[in-house]
């Protein structure tokens, strides 16, 4: 059983910044990527940042690029998404997703439960 568990969501006014964290726990083997999507109300689901183990260059969407950097610590299977400038638009529920391996099954798609984000004044 994995679980990924986000934190760090809330309310912020336009131009500050937060910190999102996503803790992944269980029998994990391997993780291969790991990123964060976000979800609008009425909008698709869209990815926003996605680090690649083992490749330097990490993704960004373009609405985000230059404001929010994606890490991972991956001794302690953590990842966090430092938000910066926050927009109106950033408003969304934010999702932490790994694509991993548990012992004995082949790699596929975990998602958090998702984080409230919401930039207002």
């Known amino acids: 059983q994995v679980q990924l568990v986000e934190s760090g969501g809330g309310l912020v006014q336009p131009g500050g910044s937060l910190r999102l964290s996503c803790a992944a726990s269980?029998?994990?083997?391997?993780?291969?990527?790991m990123g964060w999507y976000r979800q609008a109300p009425g909008k698709e689901r869209e990815l926003v940042a996605r680090?690649?183990?083992?490749?330097?260059?990490?993704y960004y969407a373009d609405s985000v690029k230059g404001r929010f950097t994606i890490s991972r610590d991956t001794a302690k299977n953590m990842l966090y998404l430092q938000m910066n400038s926050l927009k109106p638009e950033d408003t969304a529920v934010y999702y932490c997703?790994?694509?991993?391996?548990?012992?004995?099954?082949?790699?596929?798609?975990?998602w958090g439960q998702g984080i409230q984000v919401t930039v207002s004044s």
């Open positions: 269980g029998n994990i083997f391997s993780i291969y990527n």
């Open positions: 680090i690649i183990t083992g490749v330097n260059t990490n």
């Open positions: 997703n790994a694509f991993l391996s548990i012992m004995g099954q082949s790699a596929r798609q975990y």
